[in-house]
């Protein structure tokens, strides 16, 4: 697979393609940020890898010869048909590629059986990042994550609490999740290169790992999308009395209470909230 932006280019202009903005086709054309997704990822043979937009297949073609079993979801229909004539044909029991979308199908239809133990390895669309992130988060929780992203996306997944940046997507990947040391990307490592930086984020799931469920999930977006106002009135109407009373009892004893932001409230504390 081409890991220069001129063999890129000649791939692409063989396929007649054109990178499409809004599916954030930035294809990656560094072979150092590849190996390091895979060490990152601590890839093995025989691991199970979700890719999310695999593309030209550069990174799909490094986890196949690490031995791993990859499953992808590509959405568009010309990159799909490439990889379909190049890569599953060599390597027929061990890529199974999906033509769809990636927010339909966040694990690429991953069989049960295989989602008791797996890793996501991916370059994503930076576009829809933090929505498929949450659906992610939904379970089942992948043991580890490697995620191309956009610096600033990366940034507010892991901001901690008093942060402008600190979020109902902060606190759903915390909950379930441990940072580990990743990797800036400068924008010459891909072709077309984006106009901004992004970074390698590297995630392990916790021993114990937290899974809000949808209405507590959306009880928290709806406080956020007023974070500078006090969480003793925020809850009103989203949560019943008893339910509210008995969470800011909790933030109290933590020092905070009801006159507390959202954004000053930590993430051990909202994993209490009864919705």
Known sequence: MP???SGTREVLKKLGHEPKRFLGQNFL???NIVRKSLELGDVKAGDVVVEVGPGLGT???ALLEAGAEVWAVEKDRQLHAHLTETLVPTHPEKFHLLEGDAMEHPIADLPTDKAASFKIVANLP???????????LSGPLPAR???MLQQEAAQRYVAQPDSKSFGA????LQAAYDVAPGHKVG???FYPPPDIESYLLHLARKPAPYVFDAKTKAVIRA???QRRKQIGGLLRGKVSAENAAAWCAELTAAGLGPSARPEQIPVSLWQKLAV
């Open 3 to 5: 890991l220069t932006p």
């Open 29 to 31: 054309v560094d072979g």
């Open 59 to 61: 990174l799909t073609s």
């Open 126 to 136: 930076y576009a829809i990042a933090t929505p498929w992130l949450d659906e992610v």
């Open 145 to 147: 994550m490697v995620l």
């Open 169 to 172: 997507i902060s606190i759903a």
């Open 187 to 189: 924008s010459g490592c």
């Open 223 to 225: 406080c956020f999308q």
